[in-house]
Every structure is written in C-alpha cells, then in structure tokens.
C-alpha cells in the first residue's frame, strides 16, 4: 500500500489526521505506519464505534441470581477417585494441551518486557516462563506424554517472548512443543472517533483481551494443529500466575466426566466486598458477574450453610473443549466490550500528551463471555493458597512480593505437611519447591519421605528444592 493509498483509506473513515506527521517522518517509520494502515480493518472499528453510545446494560434483577452448583475437587481427591483417574487417562493420552494468554500490556506492573520474562520464584528467582517450562516438563515425566504448549502473545511482545525462549534452549522442552500466536490489536478512539497516535508515525492499538484468543486460536492455524494432534482439550491459564497448576487431574477428569464443552477453576472470595468477577446464574445460564453488577444486599448474602451465597470468584482457570471454539467461531457470536480508558497520545503540536482522566475507547473481548453460550459447564472449587498468586501490581496487593510470600507459603505447608519439623521450617525465611522436584503435595512427600533428618541436619537444598 502506497501513502496515496492509506490517505485514501484513512480519509474514507475521517481518520488522515494519522499523517498530520507525514513530512518529519524517515523512510522506515513511513513503511511501518503504511503497514499499520494497510492491517487496520476500518469498517470493523466503524461498527464498534456504535458500542461507545450504547447505554451500559442494566444490571441484573437481583431474583434472577443465583449461585450455580460447584464441586470442590478435595471431595474429588478423597471420595471421586474415579473422576481422577479419567483426568489421568486423558492427560496421557495426550488430549490436553496448555493455551497461555501472554498477550496483555501488564501496565499495571510496569515491567520491560513481557510479564513471564518477570523473575518471580522466591529462592532461585526464576521468571514466570520457566516455572511454567518446568511445570510442562514435569508433567510429561509424570504422565509419560508429550505436552504441547500453545501461547499468544501480541504484537508488541512476540519478538521478545519468542527470543526468551530462544535464549534458554526452550527450557529444556522441545521448540517443535511450544507454539507462540499472535493476537489482533485494534486501535482505540477518542470521543470524536478518531485514531491517537503513539508515536508521530504509530496508531495507538491494544491487543483485543483474553477473547481474543479464540479467533486468534483459528487464524494462526492454532486450531488445525491441535486437531491433527488429537487435542480435545485447552488448559487456559495467564501468564501472571505463577502458582497455577496447568495440568489438574482433577479437574481435567471432571470435565471428562460430565463432557462439558467448558469448566472453570474457582475459588472463595477473600470477603464480601472482594472486587472480583464472580461467576453466577443469571436466570439460570451461568455467567461472570462483575462485582459492580451485583447489590450490596446480594453481595452480603449468606446460604443455608453460613456462607456467602455468591462466592466463587473467577480466576480465569479454565478447560476449553476444542469443539466447542469450533462451534463459536463458526456461529461468530463474540462480542467486544467497550472500556473508556486513560490514552497518552501524541497531540496535534508534536507533544507527548499524559491524561489525568479517561479519554478514549478500547475495545476488547473477555474469555469469558462466551460462557452463556455453553451447553454443559462445570465448576471445581480449589484452595485459594494452592494455585492463585497473581502478579498484577508493582507493588501492594496482587504484586511480585505477595506472590512469592504465597509460593514461600506453599512450599512451606508442603514441608510441614511433609512432617519437617516447624521450628525449622519457621527459622527458613523462603523455600522454593520446582515442579521439577514435586508437582503436588503428594508427590512431595513421597519424595522426602526418609529424607527429612537429612536435610534437617544439613540445612542444605538439593537441585529443584531450595530453601534459604
Ligand atoms: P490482565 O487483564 O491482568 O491484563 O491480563 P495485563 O495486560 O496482564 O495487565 P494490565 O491490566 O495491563 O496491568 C490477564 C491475562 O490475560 C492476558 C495477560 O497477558 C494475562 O496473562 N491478556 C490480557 C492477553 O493475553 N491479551 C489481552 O489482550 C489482555
């Protein structure tokens, strides 16, 4: 596409305001910002133009919510072995396979680079990436399969993610496992309908959220593979947490077992006025309520057993059926959102400018928000301390620092639970367990078992358990 071209096109949809930098510009940033022009599909933003004047939906009549039935899966481990073990079958057979969502900008972090090249582990300091290399890595010993690893990331981090695997040798696993996608970026608009620009020669765009992974899944041949594969199943997890457990037995096993087309991993909210999504039934079609959706009365409700009756947050832990996907990129029934944000942008005289309030439209989709258009979901419940650390924040809650105190709590459980003595364990300031040693609790104990006076007495670590 030539300039006279992508004036063309940008001026057809009132957006030649993009080239008002046109002259300063040097052969390489016009080439890039031409190429941007020529990807952007125009009409496709002149359609979610409409979205910005839509009157934000009405909240649900509180009558209509209802909690939907979950299973915890302690009560799978202790009396539903059976569910278990088809987890187990399945996972040798190879029929599940991990989809990463690594795609995000993390600007609440405000890292250099993509979120899994954060070194998070409390002991070694190893980044999100390995944990997760490792975890794959363990798990095919364990099941004696080959895992394949799915991940998008985005425009803006694909070429560093893919060179942080490329500069430690993929962790160990095989390049042919892991498959990086790209997902769509779509520009924002002001209130106006026009495009910001980044840079004198860039169109400010954001990557199109979690949702879109599922187009994203079928335009990068994602699909197609994982059918030649024999995958059936996608363990969805992001990228920012590093206690997750990509391979759940369990859970896998349950959606087996009851041939849901999706199943999400849930876990109590901290407190009523936790603010997370909470996954509800709305009329009977389970959903994710945000928090601000749902009236304070509701929200403080309890049940019959002294809980609170809406009490299942949303971790975005999910086991998405292949077909499924399938089936709603064939139907296209995804629907963006619209979030009005704070945008810098590059004003009219060539400054950078910073907004101290909301500005522009981005629009994005959530993962979750093909969940109404499930015929048979299911929910596991799992402990809260077991899996979620998330590393949101630079720092306070949600930050580096508590998601090492909670991967520092866990092992240090493992260990106790173990039978190491507590006045030792409460003497180590961090442990570190690598999946690599154990994948669970039990397989931990297992391990250790016999071996605790040991390393009690020499207080030293050996490869993949380290304490300090
Ligand atoms: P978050 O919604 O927490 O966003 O993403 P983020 O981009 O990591 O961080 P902030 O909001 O800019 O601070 C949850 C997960 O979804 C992925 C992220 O990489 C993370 O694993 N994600 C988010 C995508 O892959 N694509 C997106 O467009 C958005």
């Not at 798990?139 to 695997?165: P, R």
């Not at 391990?447 to 040991?454: A, G, P, R, T």
Request: proline share 4%; glycine share 4%.
């Amino acid at each position: 596409m030539d300039y006279k071209e992508a004036f063309e096109k940008a001026s057809k949809f009132g957006q030649e305001h993009i080239f008002q930098f046109w002259d300063e510009l040097s052969k390489e940033e016009r080439e890039s910002l031409l190429k941007q022009v020529n990807e952007i599909d125009f009409d496709e933003i002149e359609s979610l133009k409409k979205l910005t004047s839509k009157k934000e939906k009405a909240n649900p009549d509180p009558k209509s919510i209802s909690a939907p039935n979950s299973i915890k899966k302690e009560k799978i481990m202790k009396s539903e072995k059976s569910t278990y073990e088809q987890g187990v079958t399945t996972l040798k057979e190879g029929k599940v396979a991990c989809l990463m969502v690594a795609g995000g900008q993390g600007s609440r972090l405000g890292f250099e680079g993509p979120k899994g090249c954060f070194p998070i582990s409390p002991v070694e300091n190893k980044t999100l990436f390995q944990l997760f290399a490792e975890q794959i890595l363990a798990n095919q010993k364990k099941y004696d399969v080959n895992l394949q690893w799915y991940m998008m990331t985005s425009v803006a981090n694909n070429a560093q993610t893919k060179e942080f695997f490329e500069e430690n040798n993929y962790f160990g696993l095989d390049k042919k496992q892991i498959h990086f996608f790209v997902q769509k970026m779509l520009p924002a608009i002001n209130k106006e309908g026009k495009f910001f620009l980044k840079t004198k020669s860039e169109i400010f765009t954001n990557p199109n959220g979690t949702g879109g992974v599922y187009s994203a899944l079928k335009e990068n041949g994602i699909l197609d593979h994982a059918k030649k594969n024999n995958i059936e199943f996608f363990s969805f997890v992001n990228v920012d947490n590093p206690l997750v457990e990509i391979f759940d037995p369990a859970h896998i096993g349950l959606v087996k077992e009851r041939n849901s087309d999706y199943s999400i991993k849930v876990v109590k909210k901290t407190n009523p006025e936790e603010k997370v999504g909470l996954i509800c039934n709305v009329n009977g079609i389970t959903q994710v309520l945000e928090y601000s959706n749902i009236s304070e009365e509701l929200t403080h409700e309890k049940n019959e057993e002294n809980d609170l009756l809406l009490n299942l947050a949303n971790l975005n832990i999910l086991i998405i059926k292949r077909d499924f996907i399938e089936q709603i990129l064939k139907d296209n029934l995804l629907e963006y959102v619209v979030a009005f944000k704070k945008i810098p942008f590059i004003s009219e005289s060539g400054e950078l400018f910073q907004p101290d309030s909301p500005n522009g439209y981005k629009f994005e989709t959530f993962v979750f928000d093909v969940m109404p258009l499930t015929k048979n979901i299911s929910i596991i419940e799992d402990l809260r301390e077991d899996i979620f650390a998330p590393v949101k924040n630079a720092e306070g809650v949600d930050s580096p620092l508590t998601a090492r105190l909670l991967m520092n709590r866990k092992a240090k459980k493992w260990m106790l639970k173990a039978g190491f003595d507590k006045e030792i364990v409460d003497h180590i300031d961090f442990a570190e367990i690598s999946p690599l040693f154990a994948l669970t609790e039990e397989d931990f104990i297992e391990k250790v078992e016999n071996k605790i006076e040991f390393y009690e007495n020499e207080m030293i670590a050996e490869e993949n358990f380290y304490f300090q």
